[in-house]
Protein backbone atom coordinates (compact mmCIF):
# COMPACT_ATOMS: atom_id res chain seq x y z
CA UNK A 1 0.00 0.00 0.00
CA UNK A 2 1.26 3.40 -1.03
CA UNK A 3 1.77 6.09 2.05
CA UNK A 4 -0.94 9.09 1.65
CA UNK A 5 2.60 11.32 1.34
CA UNK A 6 3.59 9.19 -1.55
CA UNK A 7 0.59 9.47 -3.27
CA UNK A 8 0.32 13.28 -3.17
CA UNK A 9 3.98 13.42 -5.13
CA UNK A 10 2.71 10.96 -7.52
CA UNK A 11 -0.29 13.32 -7.92
CA UNK A 12 1.72 16.29 -8.28
CA UNK A 13 4.16 14.60 -10.99
CA UNK A 14 1.17 13.61 -13.04
CA UNK A 15 -0.16 16.97 -13.05
CA UNK A 16 3.01 18.53 -13.94
CA UNK A 17 2.98 15.80 -16.73
CA UNK A 18 -0.23 16.91 -17.40
CA UNK A 19 0.58 20.84 -17.63
CA UNK A 20 4.02 19.43 -19.58
CA UNK A 21 2.08 18.46 -22.40
CA UNK A 22 -1.20 20.46 -22.84
CA UNK A 23 1.74 23.31 -23.33
CA UNK A 24 3.48 21.26 -26.04
CA UNK A 25 -0.03 20.76 -27.52
CA UNK A 26 -0.67 24.25 -27.18
CA UNK A 27 2.52 25.57 -28.92
CA UNK A 28 2.23 23.80 -31.67
CA UNK A 29 -1.01 24.97 -32.47
CA UNK A 30 0.24 28.44 -32.15
CA UNK A 31 3.28 27.55 -34.58
CA UNK A 32 0.58 26.06 -36.95
CA UNK A 33 -1.63 29.02 -37.01
CA UNK A 34 1.54 31.32 -37.74
CA UNK A 35 2.67 28.99 -39.92
CA UNK A 36 -0.80 29.11 -41.93
CA UNK A 37 -0.70 33.23 -41.20
CA UNK A 38 2.84 33.76 -43.02
CA UNK A 39 2.00 31.40 -45.71
CA UNK A 40 -1.25 33.46 -46.43
CA UNK A 41 1.13 37.08 -46.50
CA UNK A 42 3.49 35.31 -49.06
CA UNK A 43 0.53 34.46 -51.36
CA UNK A 44 -0.78 37.70 -50.85
CA UNK A 45 2.38 39.56 -51.77
CA UNK A 46 2.98 36.92 -54.89
CA UNK A 47 -0.57 38.04 -56.06
CA UNK A 48 0.16 42.03 -55.67
CA UNK A 49 3.90 41.27 -57.60
CA UNK A 50 2.61 39.03 -60.27
CA UNK A 51 -0.93 39.03 -62.47
CA UNK A 52 -1.72 37.89 -65.36
CA UNK A 53 -0.98 41.11 -68.23
CA UNK A 54 -4.15 39.96 -70.18
CA UNK A 55 -7.03 39.52 -67.57
CA UNK A 56 -5.37 40.29 -64.59
CA UNK A 57 -5.55 37.06 -62.61
CA UNK A 58 -2.87 37.16 -59.38
CA UNK A 59 -1.15 34.35 -58.97
CA UNK A 60 -1.96 32.20 -55.60
CA UNK A 61 0.71 29.28 -56.29
CA UNK A 62 4.37 30.00 -55.46
CA UNK A 63 6.74 27.90 -58.04
CA UNK A 64 7.36 24.23 -56.37
CA UNK A 65 10.67 22.56 -57.15
CA UNK A 66 11.28 18.85 -56.84
CA UNK A 67 14.18 16.93 -57.04
CA UNK A 68 14.43 13.95 -58.96
CA UNK A 69 15.26 10.93 -56.38
CA UNK A 70 18.18 9.41 -56.92
CA UNK A 71 16.58 5.45 -56.37
CA UNK A 72 14.02 5.97 -59.40
CA UNK A 73 14.54 8.00 -62.10
CA UNK A 74 11.26 10.05 -63.57
CA UNK A 75 10.16 10.18 -60.00
CA UNK A 76 10.34 13.45 -57.90
CA UNK A 77 10.17 14.56 -55.19
CA UNK A 78 9.02 17.45 -53.58
CA UNK A 79 11.41 19.99 -52.38
CA UNK A 80 10.79 23.55 -51.66
CA UNK A 81 8.67 26.83 -52.97
CA UNK A 82 10.00 29.89 -54.36
CA UNK A 83 8.20 32.66 -53.22
CA UNK A 84 9.64 34.64 -55.76
CA UNK A 85 8.11 32.83 -58.74
CA UNK A 86 4.64 32.26 -59.46
CA UNK A 87 3.82 28.46 -60.11
CA UNK A 88 0.45 28.89 -61.81
CA UNK A 89 1.47 31.58 -64.32
CA UNK A 90 4.38 31.30 -67.15
CA UNK A 91 6.38 34.36 -68.37
CA UNK A 92 5.95 35.02 -72.65
CA UNK A 93 8.66 35.06 -74.35
CA UNK A 94 7.67 38.33 -76.37
CA UNK A 95 6.62 41.12 -73.90
CA UNK A 96 8.30 39.29 -70.90
CA UNK A 97 5.36 39.25 -69.05
CA UNK A 98 3.14 36.85 -66.75
CA UNK A 99 0.19 35.21 -68.40
CA UNK A 100 -2.07 32.42 -67.06
CA UNK A 101 -2.62 29.09 -68.62
CA UNK A 102 -6.03 30.55 -70.52
CA UNK A 103 -4.33 33.27 -71.81
CA UNK A 104 -0.40 31.60 -73.15
CA UNK A 105 -0.08 29.60 -75.37
CA UNK A 106 3.23 28.36 -76.84
CA UNK A 107 5.39 31.01 -74.62
CA UNK A 108 3.42 33.83 -76.41
CA UNK A 109 0.55 35.45 -74.29
CA UNK A 110 -2.76 36.63 -75.97
CA UNK A 111 -1.75 40.44 -76.01
CA UNK A 112 1.38 39.62 -78.21
CA UNK A 113 -0.58 37.29 -80.09
CA UNK A 114 -3.45 39.66 -81.67
CA UNK A 115 -0.66 41.89 -82.57
CA UNK A 116 1.35 39.18 -84.31
ZN1 LIG B 1 -5.28 35.46 -67.91
ZN1 LIG C 1 3.27 38.77 -74.40
Known sequence: MTESWK??????????ERMRLLKIKLDEIAR???????????IRE???KFQCCVCGKRAVKPLAIYN??????????????V?????DLCICKIC????C????????????????
Request: proline share 2%; glycine share 4%; charged share 35%.
Open 96 to 99: KQWA
Open 101 to 116: SDHIYQEICQNCAEKL
Open 7 to 16: KKIDARIAEE
Open 83 to 87: WTTPG
Open 46 to 48: LGN
Open 68 to 81: ETRECVGMREFSHF
Open 32 to 42: KAQEQEKNQRQ
